[in-house]
């Protein structure tokens, strides 16, 4: 549903380009509001959904919500890992980079359970559960492993998960949801086709 903003300005000292937080378009806006004193700080409104994006001129012109990091998924996988997916996605951009480790582990928990692992094992056992059950292909499990000892780190530790930690843990998260969820839809499709 879109919402009416009342007395926004078309008047704005020159359009943005950006990636809308809410939508994921990359729009070219025009409408908003900005501040004429003393800073210069802008929101435009998307005009695909009509949400406001804040460009911070006190913060290099940062924008808040940033666009989210990573491929959203139409594939029909498990809502309960779509959702920590997506709210790993969500706290990447609002700069929350612990907060995508955090996530990202319990994702890691959930693909496991959902495949059929036991509940409340320790997060290795996760690990080795996808590489025994062959989930992920040879040589992968050490890159899988980035995901529980980083999101450890941002449970566990005082030091903080960095943005480029961030970015990894999402990359690593949607090549498993790809290799167990996309993959096995395709062979799913391939065996239904066959036996036509």
């Given at each position: 549903?879109?919402?009416?903003?009342?007395?926004?300005?078309?008047d704005?000292?020159?359009?943005?380009?950006?990636?809308?937080?809410y939508?994921?378009?990359?729009?070219?806006?025009?409408?908003?509001?900005?501040?004429?004193y003393p800073?210069?700080?802008?929101?435009?409104i998307?005009?695909n959904?009509?949400?406001?994006?804040?460009?911070?001129?006190?913060n290099?012109?940062?924008?808040?919500?940033?666009?989210?990091?990573?491929?959203?998924?139409?594939?029909p996988?498990p809502?309960?890992?779509?959702?920590?997916?997506?709210e790993a996605?969500?706290?990447?951009?609002?700069?929350?980079f612990?907060?995508?480790g955090?996530?990202c582990?319990k994702?890691?928990?959930n693909?496991?359970?959902?495949l059929?692992?036991?509940?409340n094992?320790?997060?290795?056992?996760?690990?080795?559960y996808l590489?025994?059950?062959?989930?992920?292909?040879?040589?992968?499990?050490?890159w899988?492993?980035i995901?529980?000892?980083?999101g450890?780190?941002?449970?566990?530790?005082?030091?903080?998960l960095?943005?480029?930690?961030?970015?990894?843990?999402?990359d690593?998260?949607?090549?498993?949801?790809?290799?167990?969820?996309?993959?096995d839809l395709?062979?799913?499709?391939?065996?239904?086709?066959?036996?036509?």
């Open positions: 549903m879109k919402t009416n903003w009342s007395s926004t300005s078309t704005m000292e020159q359009s943005k380009t950006f990636v809308c937080a939508c994921g378009k990359e729009v070219c806006s025009e409408r908003g509001y900005y501040e004429s800073h210069h700080s802008k929101i435009y998307c005009h959904c009509d949400k406001p994006t804040f460009f911070d001129a006190t290099k012109n940062a924008q808040y919500p940033g666009p989210k990091y990573g491929k959203a998924f139409t594939l996988i809502p309960e890992v779509n959702k920590l997916y997506e996605r969500s706290a990447y951009s609002v700069n929350a612990s907060a995508v955090m996530c582990r994702l890691l928990m693909i496991c359970v959902n059929g692992a036991k509940e094992q320790k997060f290795i056992d996760y690990v080795n590489d025994r059950e062959n989930y992920i292909p040879k040589g992968s499990k050490k899988v492993d995901i529980r000892r980083k450890n780190d941002a449970t566990h530790e005082i030091n903080f960095t943005e480029q930690d961030a970015k990894q843990m999402i690593f998260s949607a090549i498993i949801i790809n290799l167990i969820y996309e993959n395709a062979i799913s499709a391939n065996t239904t086709s066959a036996t036509k």
